[in-house]
Nanobody, 125 residues
Framework: QVQLVESGGGLVQAGGSLRLSCAASGRTFSRYHMGWFRQAPGKEREFVAG????????NYADSVKGRFAISRDNAKNTVYLQMNSLKPEDTAVYYC??????????????????WGQGTQVTVSS
């Protein structure tokens, strides 16, 4: 079964940390660039961070640079998002996805099917 399952979200105070995980199945995970996206209430889904298939290249939205770090373990078919110095504006449902890279832009790909259920991150002030 082709799917992505996100976990690790929760409620945290501003300045705190969380580590999200995304487990992939049904495809050869190591062949795909991967990324994290988020959607806040009333807003469109936006790119947060991406990592190349080998892990040698990463990309971040300006809003999270220096605070978030994406990594992957191809042996475990898992991509992670370490989130530090969290802010209330980071509150959103976080999703992972395979990504395509076109120039400097990273787009979600349906390689692992439609979006998963996501994981809720709530940062209180």
């Amino acid at each position: 079964q082709v799917q992505l399952v996100e976990s690790g979200g929760g409620l945290v105070q501003a300045g705190g940390s969380l580590r999200l995980s995304c487990a992939a199945s049904g495809r050869t995970f190591s062949r795909y660039h991967m990324g994290w996206f988020r959607q806040a209430p009333g807003k469109e889904r936006e790119f947060v961070a991406g990592i190349s298939w080998s892990g040698s290249s990463t990309n971040y939205a300006d809003s999270v640079k220096g605070r978030f770090a994406i990594s992957r373990d191809n042996a475990k078919n898992t991509v992670y998002l370490q989130m530090n110095s969290l802010k209330p504006e980071d509150t959103a449902v976080y999703y992972c996805s395979a990504v395509m890279i076109r120039g400097s832009s990273w787009y979600p790909s349906a390689a692992f099917g439609s979006w998963g259920q996501g994981t809720q991150v709530t940062v209180s002030s």
